[in-house]
């Protein structure tokens, strides 16, 4: 019996940023869970891509839970300003912060909360913080720009994630994010993930419901 329902997070980063709108429904209607938002600072990530009131507007039309990824070098600083629109805040490990002090923080105002991980960072500086978490996100390309290739690599980092979640009967989702397509999915899927960040495979497609359907291995 798998731990969690399949969900699948379509990246806004990856879509035409000039018709946010549109682009919001057609992911909806395409069968989007939630939907994912990179938020990057410049200094933890070598990119800018928008902040609070972007994906505010985004909360505004939306009707799915957003899953908001900050790659943010102070995110103890910044994600109070995430807490109205967001449902899941996600931080990274190696960031600038007391890691269990914002997990407490998100949760303590009302959201899930989860933890990433760069691909060079190895799963054991995750794991002091695994009982605090609600998703674990797995990093499959280099955190900042999106429609990089996957990094087969990481299949033993989600095979880590789900070992230890039972073996110490922990509940947190595992999501991958990065080169997520219908091979990488299916591979990841077998190795644990439930949740499924795609940018480029999904708003690029000729058609976006089938193209999220392979994805989710339907
Ligand atoms: O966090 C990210 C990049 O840092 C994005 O979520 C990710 O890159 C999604 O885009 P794609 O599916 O095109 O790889
Ligand atoms: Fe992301």
Redesign the pocket.
Known sequence: MPAHSIVIAP?I??CDFGRLHEEVRRAEAAGADWL?L?V?DGHF?DNISFGPAFVDFVAKVATVPLDV?L?VERPDHYFPRFVKSAANITVHVEAQHDVRKTLAGIREMGRTCGLSLRPATPFEAVVPYLDQIDLLLV?T?V??????PFMPEMLTKVQDARDRRERLGMKYRIEV????NEKTAAQTREAGADTF?????VFAAPDMAEAMRKVRGV
């Open positions: 990246s980063l990856a994912h990179d990057m990530v990824h790659m990093m390309v955190p900042g720009f999106g429609g990089q994010d990065g080169g997520i960040v795609a940018g480029t495979s």
